[in-house]
């Protein structure tokens, strides 16, 4: 008796070492890891606007009003917590046809909201609404701006402009430049 009790002891034993073995999982007798690394790259600070544009036909003492078209800022330097100013400026508009300069004081710019946004940022625009312009300078002022960005970004806007025509204006075709920037 004592003989079948030693079996049943043994049998439970190798019962055991083989529940172990079925349910351990089997893993490699070595193992290796690997670190692995990528970059991701950044690209530039670029902003676009229309190359030309015709802002229409108005008369002597009145104003003119029209808009510019879509100026898009886009960022794509991928970086964390970015920032830029999108800024314009005009020198003033000179007739043509007999080298009149208008005064740069008589020409107003609002960015209005964005047309369309891309990223993760907040987008300011620097003059909200058509019926609050700033004056066009030389020296710039704010069209659009980002701030807290995450990554790359875009802002898209179709800024408004106003020309004052003066009374003393002379007719005749004014030509100009309007310079976006962005920083």
């Known amino acids: 008796m004592k003989t079948a009790r030693k079996l049943s002891v043994a049998g439970a034993v190798a019962m055991l070492a083989l529940t172990a073995l079925l349910v351990s999982p089997a893993g490699p007798a070595e193992a290796a890891d690997t670190t692995t690394t990528f970059q991701v790259s950044g690209g530039a600070l670029s902003v676009s606007a229309p190359a030309t544009k015709d802002l229409g036909t108005g008369a002597a003492a009145g104003t003119l009003t029209a808009q510019l078209g879509n100026v898009t800022v886009t960022d794509s330097r991928a970086q964390l917590g970015a920032s830029w100013t999108a800024t314009v400026s005009s ?82 075709h004014y030509t100009g430049t309007i310079t976006h920037s962005v920083s």
């Open 91 to 172: 020198a003033g508009f000179t007739n043509a046809d007999v080298g009149q300069a208008a005064p740069i004081t008589t020409v107003t710019y609002a960015s209005g909201t964005a047309t369309a946004t891309s990223g993760l940022a907040t987008f300011l625009p620097g003059q909200i609404s058509p019926a609050v312009p700033a004056a066009l300078t030389s020296t710039g002022i704010t069209a659009f701006s980002a701030s807290a960005a995450t990554g790359n970004n875009s802002a898209t806007w179709n800024p408004t402009v106003v020309v004052s025509i003066p009374a003393q204006a002379i007719a005749g």
